[in-house]
């Protein structure tokens, strides 16, 4: 299973407009290209920045579509009132304890490890992170994606509502902190988002 997700700085008067355009033009577009998954959408009303991620059955499929997506992919980004960065991804581990309702929140974190040291990260956020995620009151679902030539990842850990997530940053901290340390894994970024659209349909991977 493979994803691309496109990143926007968006305009604060352009969200709701660009939220409602992927939510009713851009999801049912994709659903018409061969092996297309699902898609989601990440928005931080704070600094305007939205993560939108399609998700796919085959590195081959995601590749195929570059042409009829960057089209979509413009238009969504003209109407957010912003450029886009793009980025594809391996998706190494997805779990849902439930499915994620209106509401739901995500913490997500931007980590980068050396190439030759993926797959132990992988194992372990497999084996001791997300055990230590089910723990938390909460909790909804979580997912890693990875780059396997950079060493790139991006993990995300989603919550029923903002308080949950507001009342788990402590542990979360904890959590990230330990698997900064055991699996040798630089920690690049971390902002938390709504989770504005989670149609991802990524089966269990874990």
């Known amino acids: 299973?493979?994803?691309?997700?496109?990143?926007?700085?968006?305009?604060?008067?352009?969200?709701?407009?660009?939220?409602?355009?992927?939510?009713?033009s851009v999801m049912p577009a994709l659903r018409r290209i061969e092996g297309c998954i699902g898609l989601s959408l990440?928005?931080?009303?704070?600094?305007?920045?939205?993560?939108?991620?399609?998700?796919?059955?085959?590195?081959?499929?995601?590749?195929?579509?570059?042409?009829?997506?960057?089209?979509?992919?413009?238009?969504?980004?003209?109407?957010?009132?912003?450029?886009?960065?793009?980025?594809?991804?391996?998706i190494a581990a997805m779990h849902r304890e439930h499915r994620a309702g209106e509401g739901a929140c995500?913490?997500?974190?931007?980590?980068?490890?050396?190439?030759?040291?993926?797959?132990?990260?992988?194992?372990?956020?497999?084996?001791?992170?997300?055990?230590a995620l089910e723990e938390l009151e909460g909790f909804s679902?979580?997912?890693?994606?990875v780059d396997r030539t950079s060493g790139r990842g991006v993990?995300?850990?989603?919550?029923?509502?903002?308080?949950?997530?507001?009342?788990?940053?402590p542990a979360l901290a904890r959590i990230r902190a330990m698997g900064s340390e055991q699996a040798g894994a630089e920690i690049l970024d971390q902002r938390d988002f709504e989770l504005t659209l989670a149609h991802l349909r990524v089966p269990e991977l874990v």
Not at 2 to 24: C, E, F, K, M
Not at 157 to 168: C, G, I, P
């Open 1 to 24: 299973m493979y994803a691309r997700s496109s990143t926007i700085q968006a305009q604060p008067s352009n969200l709701d407009v660009g939220i409602a355009h992927v939510r009713d």
């Open 42 to 90: 990440l928005v931080d009303r704070t600094s305007c920045r939205c993560i939108a991620t399609s998700s796919w059955e085959s590195e081959d499929a995601m590749h195929a579509s570059e042409e009829t997506i960057r089209h979509i992919r413009d238009r969504a980004a003209e109407l957010f009132g912003g450029s886009s960065h793009v980025a594809e991804w391996e």
């Open 141 to 145: 679902s979580a997912s890693l994606l």
């Open 106 to 131: 995500a913490r997500v974190t931007w980590v980068k490890s050396s190439p030759a040291q993926l797959d132990r990260g992988i194992d372990f956020y497999k084996m001791t992170i997300l055990p």
């Open 155 to 169: 993990a995300a850990a989603t919550f029923d509502n903002a308080e949950a997530l507001e009342q788990n940053k």
